[in-house]
């Protein structure tokens, strides 16, 4: 019986997690309970509420195993080699208020379960080779304050549900290949400080809405393929210190409004727009096919 005690000892010793130097018993860790393994290190599925990861060299894929964190309210990936598409159960991650996959190399398309996204407050896709169109579920995201989808091949149109995201001070869609009219919605956007819409392929007029973002500083819609004139409510914009309608075919008179908006040296070049120019910018207007004027 005494030759038990020590054979006893040891069994009592692995039980309790004390020797396992082979790592040969798997036991649940009871404070943290079940976790995930992502990038080779283990993460709480409970108390994990912030993934910091960015430039920190990752490749390949992103897991679809994060989708499990569902206690998540930051996921930063940025500045990575991250390649494939984003995995449909990022949808999962309902508690996300910060959301950072750009300066990647990620594939494929904004899948609609960004929309199950509510409480997200900062969307940054931006710098990857992302592809097809913004989904209209994006509109559910009410809580935004900043999207970024610049430097990517999106495709189709704006969609008008972006007009409810009235708590966005940041959009930027540029530069891709988007197609169509810049949505009369926008001009629900009155947070908006800065809009970036250049280096698209939109048609179209410049909607007069537009003179409802009395907050903006930067408003960039230059190259893209815009007709029309300019709307006299531009001069509502009065914080403006950045505007660019350069490198469209806007054509008409300029409206003397313009001289209200607060950018002095606005990019007017190369467009149709015809003379008399208004005092105030005509130092400015730079390269114009007056072919069509009278």
Known sequence: MKKLYPLLS?????????????????????????????????????????????????????????????????????????????????????????????SNQLTGSILSQIGNLTNLTHLYLRSNQLTGSIPPEIGYLTNLTELYLGSNQLTGSIPMEIGNLTNLIGLNLSPNQLTGEIPSEIGNLTNLEYLYLYDNQLTGSIPSEIGNLTNLTILSLSSNQLTGSIPPEIGYLTNLIYLDLGYNQLSGVIPDEICNQGDSSPGLSNNQLCPPYPSCIEDYVGNQDTSGCD
């Open 10 to 102: 040891v069994l009592f010793l692995i039980y309790w997690g004390c020797l396992d130097p082979l790592n040969i018993f798997d036991f649940n860790d009871e404070e943290t309970g079940p976790s995930v393994n992502l990038w080779g290190v283990d993460y709480s599925i409970e108390n994990t509420t912030e993934l910091d990861l960015g430039g920190q060299g990752l490749t390949g894929s992103i897991p679809s195993e994060i989708g499990n964190l569902t206690n998540l309210t930051l996921l930063d990936l940025r500045n990575n080699q991250l390649t494939g598409s984003i995995p449909s159960q990022i949808g999962n991650l309902t508690n996300l208020t910060h959301l950072y996959l750009r």
